[in-house]
């Protein structure tokens, strides 16, 4: 089944506006990680999370490790924040092995 | 700064062809490293995990090998490609002990 649960699978934004993404976990999660892929595939990291709240600019993370999710918080949303977005779990007790959603397809429309 | 290079970009084989793929990570010394495999339009898949030089853990049989050679080297690499290795390929690195990721560019396979 599926250990990472994203939410929506895909989101359509007009540019300015606010949105919100979500992880559901169904496996031990100790620390959470949340990806941009651009259209060339690369890999931006953007938040690597204890569980906790971070922010940076227009986007803010937080991880509840006792309900076991993790949510993205885009504010004003902009062209060049289209792109996949993923999450992945960690556990510290297997490092080895980060476990990825199945990501959110995000377009941002004028 | 560390900084990770993976070769090729891309490349288009033949089935039944042989694959090296490569990863190098500079900057940080005995380093945790990674492959993943992305289906077009799909998630991340680990394939292989290293935590040592000569030290490398199989996660998922995909008719595929890893092997590290040295420190800060990683390789992929197959004796016959098939069709279902096309994708796009991600090596990453994480520092001993941590769960926190970085990854290469990529290398886009194509395999006809």
């Known amino acids: 089944g599926d250990q990472v649960k994203q939410s929506p699978s895909a989101l359509s934004l007009q540019e300015g506006t606010n949105s919100a993404l979500r992880c559901n976990f169904s496996?031990?999660?100790?620390?959470v990680q949340w990806f941009l892929q651009n259209p060339r595939g690369s890999l931006m990291n953007l938040f690597y999370l204890v569980p906790g709240t971070k922010e940076n600019g227009r986007l803010k993370s937080t991880f509840n490790s006792k309900e076991s999710y993790s949510t993205l918080h885009i504010r004003d949303a902009q062209l060049e924040d289209s792109g996949t977005y993923f999450c992945?779990?960690?556990?510290?007790?297997?490092?080895?092995?980060?476990?990825f959603g199945q990501g959110t397809s995000l377009s941002v429309v004028p | 700064a560390q900084t990770i290079h993976q070769w090729p970009v891309a490349e288009i084989k033949a089935v039944g062809s042989p694959l090296s793929l490569g990863c190098t990570i500079k900057g940080k010394s005995s380093p945790n490293l990674y492959w993943y495999w992305q289906a077009t339009g799909g998630t991340l898949q680990q394939l292989f995990y290293s935590i040592t030089v000569g030290q490398v853990e199989s996660v998922v049989q995909l008719n595929l090998s890893a092997s590290r050679p040295k420190d800060d080297q990683f390789i992929l690499s197959t004796e016959k490609l098939l069709l279902s290795h096309s994708g796009f390929y991600l090596c990453?690195?994480?520092?001993?002990?941590?769960?926190?990721?970085?990854f290469g560019s990529g290398t886009r396979l194509l395999v006809i």
């Open positions: 992945a779990a960690g556990a510290s007790s297997s490092f080895s092995k980060l476990v």
């Open positions: 496996i031990a999660t100790t620390t």
């Open positions: 990453a690195w994480s520092r001993q002990g941590g769960s926190d990721y970085t």
